[in-house]
T-cell receptor, first 110, second 111 residues
Framework: RKEVEQDPGPFNVPEGATVAFNCTYS??????FFWYRQDCRKEPKLLMS???SGNEDGRFTAQLNRASQYISLLIRDSKLSDSATYLC???????????FGAGTRLAVHP | NAGVTQTPKFQVLKTGQSMTLQCAQD?????MYWYRQDPGMGLRLIYY???????DKGEVPNGYNVSRLNKREFSLRLESAAPSQTSVYFC??????????FGSGTRLTVV
């Protein structure tokens, strides 16, 4: 089993839709998790951090389920500009090393 | 602008050639990292440096070496490039348990 796994998608949704991605992790000792957004041919950029049960920032909500070892990202009222690949990341082993999932691609259409 | 700067942005090498990818950050972060990104495989950690003066192997270190020159700079060297090292390379830095800041990447093609 990979340390961090994501559904690769793509998720094709209309503008205004609500979409949710899940990410499972294997290290039960992990304390902090991250969602990154990556646009085509660009670097990943930090979207949200999740340190406890969850975090909300505008249309974006990240939640952590420790019992089932997954984190989720919910996007409400999708915009065309939300089209990107979303990467989740979890700590692995030593000092502040992050392991990334392969990413979930989101395409929002008019 | 504050952040992580990588050079070069693009590079084409012939098999067997060597090169060094440069990375510098001006955020006073202690930790720095080198990842490679290949289609369908996500980001894989090559090497990291938890603090100035230390370096450790990541998931895919074979064929690479690194140098943490000072707190700001962390370079990645390919001694003898192979086609399997064709990839996009990202440098990142972080402080404590906060998320990473990535550089804009180096697109490397080995022919």
């Amino acid at each position: 089993r990979k340390e961090v796994e994501q559904d690769p998608g793509p998720f094709n949704v209309p503008e205004g839709a609500t979409v949710a991605f899940n990410c499972t992790y294997s290290n039960s000792a992990s304390q902090s998790f991250f969602w990154y957004r990556q646009d085509c041919r660009k670097e990943p950029k930090l979207l949200m951090s999740v340190y406890s049960s969850g975090n909300e920032d505008g249309r974006f909500t990240a939640q952590l389920n420790r019992a089932s070892q997954y984190i989720s990202l919910l996007i409400r009222d999708s915009k065309l500009s939300d089209s990107a690949t979303y990467l989740c990341a979890a700590p692995s082993g030593g000092y502040n090393k992050l392991i990334f999932g392969a990413g979930t691609r989101l395409a929002v259409h008019p | 602008n504050a952040g992580v700067t990588q050079t070069p942005k693009f590079q084409v090498l012939k098999t067997g050639q060597s090169m060094t990818l440069q990375c510098a950050q001006d955020m006073n972060h202690n930790s720095m990292y080198w990842y490679r990104q290949d289609p369908g495989m996500g980001l894989r950690l090559i090497y990291y440096s938890a603090s100035e003066g230390t370096t450790d192997k990541g998931e895919v270190p074979n064929g690479y070496n690194v140098s943490r020159l000072n707190k700001r700079e962390f370079s990645l060297r390919l001694e003898s490039a192979a086609p399997s090292q064709t990839s996009v390379y990202f440098c990142a830095s972080s402080s404590s348990n906060y998320g990473y800041t990535f550089g804009s990447g180096t697109r490397l093609t080995v022919v």
